[in-house]
């Protein structure tokens, strides 16, 4: 449906980090997805860092991660399936290095119109070490991007 007044988002990718403020991030993005009837992709990447620094990968993890990630989403997701006016939901968890991960296996094939984040999500100390993942977003995306706060 073209409306002058919309912005013209046909993918609206958004990435949550399994913090307290995904929901509201999550609200957001499928609002914007549902005003401009696009399709919502909803990334999340399970920290192989976090994982590698221990010594090993432990890929047994890996599933329970995912799905206590899936718990965590499980209603707004419901929500957002249900919802007339989105095009289509599609979830993507991959389990990564999250800078890269995003980029390579997320928004690289997406190629979405609008990527939409939370404004914090790592502890002070990963903040350090590894910098924001929201200004990494706002500089490797070439679409526009939204920081919830």
């Not at 499980?74 to 399936?81: G, H, N, R, S």
């Not at 100390?125 to 939204?146: E, N, P, Q, T």
């Amino acid at each position: 449906m073209a409306d002058n007044n919309l912005l013209d988002y046909d993918k609206v990718f958004v990435s949550l980090d399994g913090t307290e403020q995904q929901d509201k991030v999550l609200k957001r993005a499928i609002s914007i997805a549902a005003t401009n009837y696009a399709r919502l992709y909803i990334g999340h990447v399970i920290d192989s860092t976090a994982l590698e620094t221990a010594g090993n990968y432990p890929l047994e993890l890996i599933p329970t991660l995912e799905a206590q990630f899936r718990d965590s989403i499980a209603a707004l997701l419901k929500q957002a399936e249900g919802n007339k006016d989105i095009q289509e939901v599609k979830v993507i968890i991959r389990a990564g290095r999250i800078r890269e991960t995003l980029k390579e296996e997320m928004l690289d094939k997406i190629e979405p119109d609008i990527v939409i984040c939370g404004a914090r999500g790592l502890s002070s100390i990963k903040y350090a070490l590894l910098g924001s993942i929201s200004s990494y977003l706002v500089r490797a995306s070439k679409c526009d991007v939204l920081v919830v706060k």
